[in-house]
């Protein structure tokens, strides 16, 4: 049997041949990714972001509380580097996007104002809105967000919202996962 050319210099037996190779690769990461991964609901968006949760979920069991407390709901909570409007240097945004059965949330961080290990505290503090907003089912759309915060809110600026839950959280992780060993 002759090969026949498919596309500049590829044969059937070649692509066959090919194709076997990622056949057999694609089998061998099947079975690799049939072990249990757990889904993680808190998507970090940049290395930096990823290895801040890394800390928090290792160091602190109050970070780690959020995280699983986020995987519990219907939402998936993505973490940027991005900046907030009014100064602040972290945010949860105003914004619940619907996809499916999940509803998304996005926080934002300024690494540059949160050195170290701040940046764990104020993720655990923004994470703390993610678990108020997502543990009321109601919370579609980022009006009825703004109107819940509205509600809670314990402080009198009209521009910002804050929770005494979410200032506690930042005490408590950063007690937890700032301390020097």
């Given at each position: 049997m002759t090969?026949?050319?498919l596309a500049r210099g590829f044969s059937t037996v070649a692509f066959q041949a090919a194709l076997m190779v990622t056949m057999t690769c694609t089998v061998v990461g099947v079975a690799a990714a049939d072990e249990p991964q757990p889904l993680?609901?808190?998507r970090p968006q940049s290395a930096r972001i990823a290895d801040a949760i890394a800390q928090g979920v290792e160091r602190s069991a109050t970070f780690r509380r959020l995280v699983e407390?986020?995987?519990a709901t219907d939402g998936l909570?993505?973490?940027a580097e991005g900046k907030c409007q009014h100064g602040t240097r972290a945010c949860l945004l105003m914004s619940v996007v619907i996809a499916g059965s999940d509803r998304i949330l996005r926080i934002f961080i300024d690494p540059r104002r949160a050195p170290g290990c701040e940046?764990?505290?104020v993720i655990g503090h923004e994470l703390q809105h993610a678990v108020e907003v997502l543990s009321n089912a109601a919370i579609r759309s980022g009006i009825q967000m703004y109107r819940f915060f509205d509600r809670v809110k314990n402080n009198g600026d009209v521009k910002?919202?804050?929770t005494a839950a979410a200032r506690q959280t930042s005490?408590?992780?950063a007690r937890e996962a700032c301390r020097r060993s």
């Open positions: 090969a026949r050319p993680r609901r808190v407390s986020i995987d909570v993505f973490v940046l764990v505290e910002r919202f804050e005490l408590s992780v």
